[in-house]
């Protein structure tokens, strides 16, 4: 009798055991249900919530894309507007480099027709002191110094060794004069120390001759004029009347040159 309890006790377990057995199983099959579910709306929401974020993602990039093509093209057309603005700079200033060119070589040409205006003055101006004392230098030595020269020749040279404005014969003594325009002390320097000394070597017919210097300008300063005098040379020089005159001091003894 006793077995037959515990057997069915046994039996009543199983059977509790299968029905909790069940109840789990039925529960885990809700809560897999549940949880699909929860899963699968879930996964909606987060496919909502991305298809939301990629399209404000989406308009906040072609509205940033918009701005910056506004923004590009404004400053495309400010550069292309300074770019103008500096050719339209560079074309006036290439049309001043050009006229400033021009009027450089219109300067540049007249400044060439004035030098050679004032070269061929010099040329007449030299040739006008040369004339005055070629043709007055008999006359003023005869009357100063009672020196009376058979010959006075004029630009005597020797083609690419020298040449002599006036030479002047007397007897034993020549005298050879440097003409000037205006007179300076370089000038008297020059005749002295350069040019006189080479005329015997130059001219070897007047060795035998005493050689004095002079020197004729239509202008000489007082002060220049001592200089010459200082170096024993004879100084020439026109009047206000157009003639000319000797400017040397009565007691002037001329110096004999080698």
Known sequence: MKSKQDKETRL????????????????????????????????????????????????????????YDEERREAQ??????????????????AQIQETGELLQKTIARLDEVGRQLGDLGLVQGEVAEDLF?????????????????????????????????VAVNGDAVLVIEVKNKLQNRMVDHFVEKKLPKFKKIFPEYRGRKLFGGMGALVVKDAVGR????????????????????????????????
């Open 12 to 67: 009543d377990r199983i059977e509790r055991g299968l029905a909790l057995l069940l109840q789990g199983t039925s529960e885990l099959k809700e809560s897999q249900k549940r949880y699909g579910e929860e899963r699968r709306e879930s996964q909606k929401r987060y496919d909502e919530e991305r298809r939301e974020a990629q399209k404000r993602y989406d308009e906040e990039r072609r509205e940033f894309q918009k701005r």
């Open 227 to 258: 200089y010459a005098e200082k170096a024993g040379l004879y100084v020439l020089t026109q009047t206000s009347e157009g003639g000319a005159t000797l400017v040397n001091r009565k007691n002037f003894r001329a110096k004999e040159f080698s």
């Open 77 to 94: 057309k400010k550069i292309d507007s300074e770019l103008l603005k500096l050719k339209q700079s560079q074309d006036r200033t290439d």
């Open 134 to 166: 070629y043709r007055n230098v008999r006359y003023l030595f005869k009357e100063e110094h009672d020196l009376i020269f058979s010959v006075v020749k004029r630009n005597l040279k020797k083609k690419g060794v020298g040449e002599y404005d006036i």
